[in-house]
C-alpha cells in the first residue's frame, strides 16, 4: 500500500486569528518592557537596564522558536494511500467499540485508510493525527506525537515571559527607582502626562500577563499530567465512558522518565529546553508494521 507524504495540518480562520493575537501580544509586551519599563530614567542609567532587556528578549526569541516549530512542524499525520481501498467488508465485520483497546489498529471512515495505535482524526485537519492530543487554535495545528515537544516549550516560555513581565511592572510600581529631587519642576505637566501613559501600558501587560499566564500554566500541567500517564485527553475521555472494557484491556505504565524522553528525546535534559531535535523523540521515527491486525 503506497502512501502520501506527510503534510501540515489544514488551516482555518479561527486558528489564523489566534496566530495574529499570539504575535500581537507578544510583540506588545516586548514594545511595553522596553520603552515604558527599561528605558525610563530609574531604570536607564542602570546595569539592570541591559541586562532584564537580553534575559527578556532571549524568552521572548525562544518563545517565537518554539511557537514557529510547532506551527510548521507535521504533528504525526498518518500517511494516505495512493489508491482507494474498499474496506466494505472489514466495516462490516467490525466489533465494537467497547472490544477494542488503544494496541489496536483501526479502520479510519473519513481518510479510508488503516491507523495505528492511538491514531485519531482531526475534524478540522481532516486527517489522522498519531497519538493527538487535541487541535489547538493557538498554534493553528494538531498537537500530535511529533510536535507535543514544541507546543509544550512554548507553554513554558510563555509562561515564563508572563512571570517576567510581572516581575518587572511590580518592581517598577513597589520600588520606583526614578527617585525625583526637589527643585526639579521643569517639565512637570509633561511628566505628569507620560506617568500617566505609562502607568495605562503598564497596567494592560500587567493584565495580559496574568491571563496568559494562568491559561498556558493549565494547559502545561495538563500536557505534562498526559505524559506521564501516558494517556491523551481523547483517551482519558474515551476510558471514563468505558470503564467496563478498561477492567479487560491492561494498560502497561512505562516509567515517568522514559514517557517524558519519548516526548522530549533521549539526549540531555538541558536539550528538553531547546525547539531543536538532540536525539529523535521515542529513538526515531515511529516504526508500524504494513500489515495491520485485519480483525479491527
Known amino acids: 500500500m503506497g502512501a502520501a507524504g506527510p503534510g501540515r495540518c489544514g488551516r482555518d480562520p479561527c486558528g489564523a486569528l489566534c496566530l495574529l493575537l499570539t504575535y500581537l501580544s507578544v510583540g506588545y509586551a516586548d514594545y511595553v518592557i522596553l520603552t515604558h519599563i527599561l528605558l525610563q530614567p530609574g531604570f536607564r542609567g542602570s546595569l539592570w537596564c541591559p541586562l532584564h532587556a537580553v534575559v527578556f528578549n532571549f524568552i521572548v526569541v525562544m518563545l517565537l522558536a518554539c511557537h514557529t516549530r510547532a506551527v510548521f512542524a507535521d504533528p504525526g499525520m498518518v500517511p494516505l494511500p495512493d489508491t482507494a481501498i474498499d474496506f ?39 486527517r489522522c493525527v498519531r497519538r493527538m492530543d487535541h487541535h489547538c487554535p493557538w498554534i493553528n495545528n494538531c498537537v500530535g506525537e511529533l510536535n507535543q515537544k514544541y507546543f509544550i516549550q512554548f507553554l513554558f516560555y510563555t509562561g515564563l515571559a508572563s512571570l517576567y513581565a510581572m516581575g518587572l511592572v511590580l518592581t517598577t510600581w513597589l520600588w520606583p527607582m526614578d527617585k525625583s529631587f526637589p527643585g526639579k519642576m521643569e517639565g512637570v505637566a509633561g511628566s505628569i502626562s507620560n506617568n500617566h501613559v ?49 477492567r479487560e484491556v491492561v494498560h502497561t505504565r512505562k516509567p515517568k522518565i522514559a514517557l517524558l524522553r519519548e516526548v522530549f528525546g533521549r539526549g540531555f535534559v538541558i536539550c528538553w529546553f531547546f525547539p531543536c531535535n538532540c536525539s529523535p523523540p521515542s529513538g526515531g521515527a515511529p516504526a508500524y508494521s504494513y500489515l495491520p491486525n485485519y480483525d479491527v
Open 198 to 246: 505609562q502607568m495605562a501600558h503598564c497596567i494592560v501587560l500587567l493584565v495580559e500577563s496574568v491571563l496568559f499566564g494562568l491559561f498556558v500554566t493549565v494547559i502545561f500541567y495538563d500536557q505534562v499530567v498526559s505524559i506521564i500517564t501516558d494517556e491523551t485527553p481523547i483517551e482519558q475521555l474515551r476510558n471514563r465512558l468505558l470503564k467496563e472494557a478498561r
Open 88 to 126: 466494505s467488508d472489514l466495516r462490516s465485520n467490525m466489533p465494537h467499540k467497547n472490544e477494542r483497546s488503544n494496541e489496536d489498529w483501526t479502520v479510519c471512515n473519513r481518510c479510508e485508510t488503516y491507523r495505528p495505535p492511538r491514531a485519531h482524526h482531526c475534524r478540522i485537519c481532516h
